[in-house]
């Protein structure tokens, strides 16, 4: 058995998810099973219906909802077989029936709670599972639907679910295997529900993870992540175009890119597979001849030092200074009590024995945060800064590698600079003017050489 997983663009229409028809079939006797995202957009406009609805914004919900069930209702007539018209037009008046109720009830309330939004959200997959099932049907393959919420079970952590993974695996390996060994099988990614039955979702972007999650569970030899991207580049293409494609990473090295803003995976998403040692590829449908990128759990030998360049934009850095606490023991605890009372998570840190910078993503509280630390330090606050990240496991190996990037990067002002505990990665902070200078001059000095067993030369722009 093989999981495949195709994102949101990837059944955004009809085409589209005939495209998906033709790579599932290709792969027939793999025994897939397939887990989708929402048809294109469709989980933004779910949400922005839940938002109109609890403003009273009867004029905009109601045609909103008339056109999504429009858009849903032209590409399924259109990816299903005319036979399976009628069951079509059930199901979905039968869904949007009941997402009307449900939306007129919040707007009758005014009030959105996490539960609410989950089960509105859940209309994505519940519908784009059981129109690729009707599709893969009319493509001439055997295909069978699952709910997702009978299979994967989480608590009631309402739009950011955890996994509960025994209850899970159990009704998965019950479940899934019997049926693939017919027929493929077709669910939704990002929904699942609590023990009690309630629909609970996995986080936005989620569906990355319940691939993972239903491969660990089925113990798949493979899972492969279907998305619009030539998989893992050795540099973002919309900083540096040109970069090459990466068709060997490990999960570690992955995950970290992922955390650093590769746009191709969910952090999370690594986890479930990583612990079953199952290798999980990133393929571009619509290029499905192109190799793509392979992630698998052992490191991966390679004469380059480092396998991608990250880049984590629109970060804030905040400089702390303190003379006063000088030899002072409680300083630290102090300054991360208040980042920790405004609930700001901290990205990167460096310390000297007088002043602290730090990153941070979210500057929601930050005049607060300032407020605070100003009782017992010297703060300032520069915005538009980037995390740049050099990700690679050689990195730990290779002496020089700090000395590499400043000489490359002579003459740009590097704000910070750290080397996390996993010695996987090093990253440091530019201004966001210098981004594009500092990408392709690191770009240059590290990847001019390519060790071949690794790296696609120009990967994406061949292809
Ligand atoms: N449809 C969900 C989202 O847009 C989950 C996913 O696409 O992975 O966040
Ligand atoms: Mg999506």
Known sequence: MIVMKFGGTSVESAAAIERVAGIVKAREERRPVVVVSAMGKTTNKLLAIAAAAI??????????????????????????????????????????????????GLAILGELTPRSVDAISAYGERLSSYIVTLALRHFGLTAAHVDSRDVIVTDSRHTQAALNFPETNRRLAAVIPPLAKDAVVVMGGFIGASEQGVTTTLGRGGSDYTASIVGAGIGAEEIQIWTDVYG??????????????????????????????????????????????????????????????????????????????ACKRKITLVNIHS??????????RRMFEVFDRFQTPVDMVATSEVSVSLTIDNCKNLEAIQAELRQFAEV?????????????????????????VFNALDGINIRMISQGASLLNLSFV???????RTVAALHEEFFSYLDPAVFERNGVAHA
């Open 55 to 104: 403003a009273g914004k009867r004029d905009e919900y109601i045609p909103q909802l008339h056109d999504l069930r429009d858009f849903h209702s032209r590409e399924a007539r259109q990816a299903a077989s005319l036979a399976e018209r009628v069951e079509l037009d059930r199901f979905l008046d039968e869904h949007f029936q009941e997402l009307t109720e449900l939306v007129k």
């Open 232 to 309: 893992m580049l050795t540099a973002d293409p919309t900083i540096l175009p040109g970069g090459h494609r990466v068709k060997v990473i490990s999960f570690a090295e992955a995950a970290e890119l992922a955390y650093f803003g590769a746009k191709v995976l969910h952090p999370a998403t690594v986890v479930p597979a990583m612990d079953k040692d199952i290798p999980v590829l990133i393929l571009n449908s619509r290029r499905p001849e192109v190799e793509g990128t392979r992630i698998v759990a052992a490191s991966v030998p390679c004469e380059n030092t480092v396998k991608s360049i």
């Open 323 to 332: 003379t006063r606490m000088l030899m002072a023991h409680g300083f630290l």
């Open 380 to 404: 300032n606050v520069e915005h538009d800064q980037v995390i740049v990240c050099l990700v690679g496991e050689n990195i730990r190996y290779t002496p020089g590698v700090a000395r590499r």
């Open 430 to 436: 530019v201004s966001e003017a210098d981004l594009n």
